[in-house]
């Protein structure tokens, strides 16, 4: 057996880590870019809603889960199934998922710190030049900041969950939080900043059709970062008597809040470019926004504050997402460290060796999978679609398994670990909990619709993106 198990030095510590993970790219960019194109405020509402009630449940249970079993998921499925075979399949789930979403998010965290080096170099204006991403994407330099990102990711790993993990959130969630702000001010001062505010808060809610309610439930439970695996592992190193659920609440909201803010700079900034703008005209993708379209909004800048202003602005962004996304992968990569330390006694940096590896070798494989290799390009056809590599990692684990994932956690949580368990876990640290709305709200939901919408997702997904046929259609 490994030493002493780790645990986070203070509530605060843990707050800010579960934040850190949830705040990523998904936060700063998906979120905005969603909203802008699905009614704004009333997109905003749908979020929130799932945020609150059908998410933080699940976040509940999963930290109740990990803090319970003291373990990785694969131990703490394990360990509260007792004998049970068939429950240890999820456990393994909640393991290979991060660790291939991790690999997903890496090329794409590679990219941002690309594109930031260029921007401190000087070089915003090349970034706004046709064909620039196709040909960044594609240049050996891609490999090279593979390997800077996984020496910083693993660095802060290999301090371990205080002097790491810990450390590294409290000090930058706060100065991300700091600069977001004093970016949307800055944003909010510019002319026809105020037409963003007024398209982002002013609801529309003609916008919101079944398909918006599903993408806004998956970006919901994406960005908080459930179905991966790492609320349970940073759930097992939760101080025994803090409180759980005020302490999911807090991620929530931060997590939120921080989407919502990032919102109030992304939309003032597309308007500041152009006024005239039709938001349903831009780009679904969260890679096209921040690579294609957000470049030239930061060079308009230069109008108004010079290029060397412009630079800085969109230098400070770039690094924002760099930080979001860092924290998130350092989540992401601890659940893989944590079993195989809890599951084989591994020593940390031995783990830490094993995994980045293996995962090296993997994001290379996305890496080339934008026209560098043929064969990562052009994988495989699904649906009718071409798929690459770094496509299908993306479709199996983000799409599809993630809900899977949540709706196993729920169903394991009530129905073989027990109702009253959970109660019991959640209770400790928090004795206003018991007999709480809250405490039956949370009781209720996880056993019932939680799963249900959760498996509708996964369904849907299925129908969707692996045989082509659009269930929401059919409503
Ligand atoms: N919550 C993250 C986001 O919003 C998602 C994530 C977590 C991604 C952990 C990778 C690792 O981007």
């Avoid at 994407?137 to 810990?166: R, T």
């Avoid at 969260?286 to 470049?295: D, E, H, N, T, V």
């Avoid at 770039?318 to 979001?324: M, N, P």
């Avoid at 496509?391 to 993630?402: G, Q, S, W």
Wanted: with cysteine; aromatic share 14%; charged share 15%.
């Amino acid at each position: 057996m490994a030493a002493a198990r780790e645990h986070f030095g203070s509530r605060l510590g843990f707050i800010l880590a579960a934040a850190g993970s949830a705040v990523g790219i998904g936060n700063l960019v998906s979120f905005p870019v969603a909203a802008t194109k699905s009614g704004g405020g009333a997109f905003l509402v749908v979020y929130a809603i799932f945020v609150f009630f059908v998410c933080l449940p699940v976040m509940m249970a999963e930290l109740a889960l990990g803090r319970k079993s003291d373990k990785d998921p694969v131990g703490a499925y394990r360990q509260m199934s007792g004998n049970s075979r068939m429950w240890h399949i999820p456990g393994w789930l909640a393991l290979i998922t991060p660790f291939m979403i991790a690999v997903f998010y890496l090329v794409v965290t590679v990219w941002v710190l690309g594109y930031l080096v260029e921007i401190v170099m000087g070089n915003l204006d090349q970034l706004t030049t046709e064909g620039y991403f196709t040909q960044f994407i594609n240049s050996p330099l891609v490999f090279v900041f593979l390997v800077i990102l996984m020496l910083m990711i693993n660095g802060i790993l290999a301090l371990g969950v205080k002097d790491g993990i810990e450390r590294a959130a409290k000090t930058l969630m706060p100065m991300l939080f700091v600069m977001l702000v004093l970016l949307v001010i800055f944003v909010l001062t510019r002319e026809n900043a105020v037409l963003g505010v007024k398209y982002y808060l002013i609801p529309d809610f003609g916008k919101i059709d079944a398909s918006v309610v599903s993408k806004a439930m998956a970006q919901a439970f994406f960005s908080l970062s459930l179905g991966m695996g790492i609320m349970i592992t940073y759930g097992s190193y939760m101080k025994k008597h803090d409180s759980i659920p005020g302490s999911a609440r807090a991620v929530a909201v931060t997590d939120t809040l921080v989407a919502f803010i990032a919102g109030l700079l992304i939309l003032p900034s597309i308007f500041h470019f152009n006024p005239q703008i039709d938001p349903a005209d831009l780009s679904d993708s969260s890679a096209g926004m921040i690579f294609l379209f957000l470049p030239k909004i930061f060079l308009a800048l230069q109008d108004s504050v010079g290029y060397f202003g412009a630079s800085a602005f969109a230098a400070v962004f770039f690094f924002l997402v760099l930080v979001a996304a860092l924290t998130s992968l350092v989540s992401i990569i601890e659940v893989p460290l944590a079993t195989l330390r809890d599951e084989r006694g591994m020593e940390r940096k031995k783990a830490i060796y094993t995994v980045g590896a293996v995962q090296f070798v993997l994001a290379i494989g996305c890496a080339v999978s934008f026209g560098m290799v043929d064969w990562f390009t052009n994988l495989t056809h699904i649906a009718g679609q071409g798929k690459s590599f770094f496509d299908l990692i993306e479709l199996v684990f983000y799409d599809t398994i993630l809900p899977l994932n949540g709706l196993l956690i729920c169903l394991f949580v009530i129905y073989k670990w027990k109702r009253v368990n959970l109660d019991r876990e959640l209770q400790d640290g928090d004795p206003t909990f018991a007999g709480s709305f809250s405490q039956k709200y949370v009781n209720f939901s996880l056993g019932t619709f939680i799963p249900l919408i959760l498996f509708l997702v996964f369904v849907n997904t299925v129908a969707l993106k692996f045989f082509g046929i659009n269930l929401l259609d059919l409503i």
